[in-house]
């Protein structure tokens, strides 16, 4: 079964820095995608950015940046320039060959001014 | 483009009543939808999934008499939660995909927040 490892339950940083989420993932598939979502208090899930695991170029959306690599199963999240709208939690998910999600337990993201 | 309405947002309701929840895809039609649980500081959790004319495919632990899911259409898919006891309160959120997405990916509703008293 596929598994989502987020380590980090909480994470500050300061505004204007960069800060790296991780994430790393256990599947035997050979074809499955990487997402990243964004959960602000709100509730919705907002989608960042989508790494395929046959995209050789690591995925970037304006400030965000996944830093993939393949062989040791992580996909961490880089936001640069942190802004205080980025507080929010943070979940790594990942689709399998069956188009199923399946999602990490999720990082809370405190900016500080 | 690829939005997806849920209503209601939120709702509250008397233990052993019955609640349902709405999953539209507004402008594209979904081949499959899907419900997620949410509970407080907790990460997702899938439900089931289903296509369109089909029975629901539950996931393992999840009661299929408890949550029933009604795909009636290619943009409408509906749960409802039967006979709902304090312990159902949650956060349910759906999503939608179509073939030929850009990732694959499925398109997040707004969510609903059930409590039940």
């Known amino acids: 079964a596929q598994k989502i490892t987020q380590t980090q339950p909480g994470m500050f940083v300061q505004e204007k820095e960069a800060v790296t989420l991780d994430c790393t993932y256990d599947?035997?598939?050979?074809?499955?995608?990487l997402f990243w979502y964004k959960q602000p208090s709100s509730g919705e899930m907002i989608f960042l950015i989508y790494q395929g695991s046959y995209d050789e170029q690591n995925a970037t959306e304006g400030r965000y940046s996944l830093n993939f690599q393949k062989a040791r199963k992580s996909a961490n999240l880089v936001i640069s320039a942190s802004q205080l709208g980025d507080s929010a939690m943070y979940f790594c998910a990942m689709r399998d060959f069956n188009n199923d999600m399946r999602f990490g337990a999720g990082t809370r993201l405190t900016v500080k001014p | 483009g690829a939005v997806v309405s849920q209503h209601p947002s939120w709702v509250i309701c008397k233990s052993g009543t019955s609640v349902k929840i709405e999953c539209r895809s507004l402008d594209f039609q979904a081949t499959t939808m899907f419900w997620y649980r949410q509970f407080p500081k907790q990460s997702l959790m899938l439900m089931a999934t289903s296509n369109e004319g089909s029975k629901a495919t539950y996931e393992q632990g999840v009661e299929k008499d408890k949550f029933l899911i009604n795909h009636a259409s290619l943009t409408l898919s509906t749960l409802t939660v039967t006979s709902a006891h304090p312990e159902d309160s949650s956060f349910y959120i759906c999503?939608?995909?179509?073939?030929?997405?850009?990732?694959?990916?499925?398109?997040f509703g707004p969510g609903t927040r059930l409590t039940v008293l």
């Open positions: 999503s939608a995909s179509f073939y030929g997405s850009s990732y694959n990916e499925q398109f």
């Open positions: 599947t035997s598939d050979q074809s499955y995608g």
